[in-house]
């Protein structure tokens, strides 16, 4: 049970430092900008509960940390398009079994996909989708990453460190207009509204 009652003054000024620490918080991300590569010597964990994970369930435990973090695969190599399009683009089947029909072969996540028919595009795997923003605010990646130079993890986090990609930023226009102010860039609402 708690006895000691703390003075008011000191209440107070605690409530001021939450306070200031919340306006601090909406003008800056407090978890800072996260790193965009993992440490040279970084292993992904062999075995992941993923009871605790954030992010949905995906059909095929597909895994960032062991691919993007461990094998320092490049963003790029299954986002071909992020530089280029409003969409980054996801990887195809075809991108997969170009080291699945060698490595891995007998993982059972591996297994789920690797007898797919590459020329159905019925058998690839149905992604969840992580990230969706309503159909009235427009988008695009590519003037982010070629046209700003924005990295991936500015917008989505550490992916290469997660064994199951979240949503990491709220997506929220507040978010949005938070970085154009402070980048001078258009604050016009047609900008991102149809
Ligand atoms: C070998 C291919 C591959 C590489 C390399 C890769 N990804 Fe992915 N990425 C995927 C697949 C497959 C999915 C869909 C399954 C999932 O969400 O985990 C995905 C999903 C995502 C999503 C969520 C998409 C959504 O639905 O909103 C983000 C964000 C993402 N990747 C970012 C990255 C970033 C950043 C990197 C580099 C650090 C990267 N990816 C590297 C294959 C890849
Ligand atoms: C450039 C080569 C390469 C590509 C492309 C690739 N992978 Fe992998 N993948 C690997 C390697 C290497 C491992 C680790 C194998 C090991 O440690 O035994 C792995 C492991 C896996 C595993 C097992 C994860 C675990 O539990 O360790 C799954 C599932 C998987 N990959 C799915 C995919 C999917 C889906 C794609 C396409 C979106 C893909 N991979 C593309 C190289 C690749
Ligand atoms: C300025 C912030 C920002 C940056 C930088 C950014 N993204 Fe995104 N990303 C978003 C937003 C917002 C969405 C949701 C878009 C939507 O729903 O239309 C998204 C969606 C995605 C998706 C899901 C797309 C789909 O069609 O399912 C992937 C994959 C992705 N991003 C990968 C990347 C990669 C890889 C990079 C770096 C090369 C990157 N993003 C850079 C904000 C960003
Ligand atoms: C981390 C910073 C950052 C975030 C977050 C961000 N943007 Fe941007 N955005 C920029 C920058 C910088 C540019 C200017 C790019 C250039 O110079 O080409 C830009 C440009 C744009 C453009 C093109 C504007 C034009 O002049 O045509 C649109 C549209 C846009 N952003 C929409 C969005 C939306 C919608 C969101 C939220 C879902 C968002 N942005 C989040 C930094 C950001
Ligand atoms: C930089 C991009 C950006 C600009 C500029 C912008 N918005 Fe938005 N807006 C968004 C995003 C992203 C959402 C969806 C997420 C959300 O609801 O917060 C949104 C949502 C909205 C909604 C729906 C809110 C809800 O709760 O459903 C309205 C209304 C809106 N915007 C009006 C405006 C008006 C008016 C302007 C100009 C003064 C404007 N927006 C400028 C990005 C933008």
Known sequence: MRTAV???SEAVKGAACVVLALVAACRADPRGTPPT???ADF???VNVDTTGLP???QPVFYRHDVHAGQYKMDCRYCHYAAEVSLHPGMP???TCMGCHS???GDNPEVQKFRDADLSDPNQSVKW?????LPQFVHFPHMRHVKGAGITC???HGPVQEMPRVYQYSSLRMGWCLDCHKKNKVTLDCTACHY
């Not at 969840?128 to 969706?132: A, G, I, T």
């Open 6 to 8: 703390k003075p008011l």
């Open 128 to 132: 969840v989708r992580v990230h969706v």
């Open 153 to 155: 993890q500015t917008c």
């Open 55 to 57: 992010g949905p369930v």
């Open 102 to 104: 060698i490595v891995a």
């Open 92 to 94: 195809t089947m075809r």
């Open 37 to 39: 590569t993992t440490p």
């Open 43 to 45: 292993v992904a964990p």
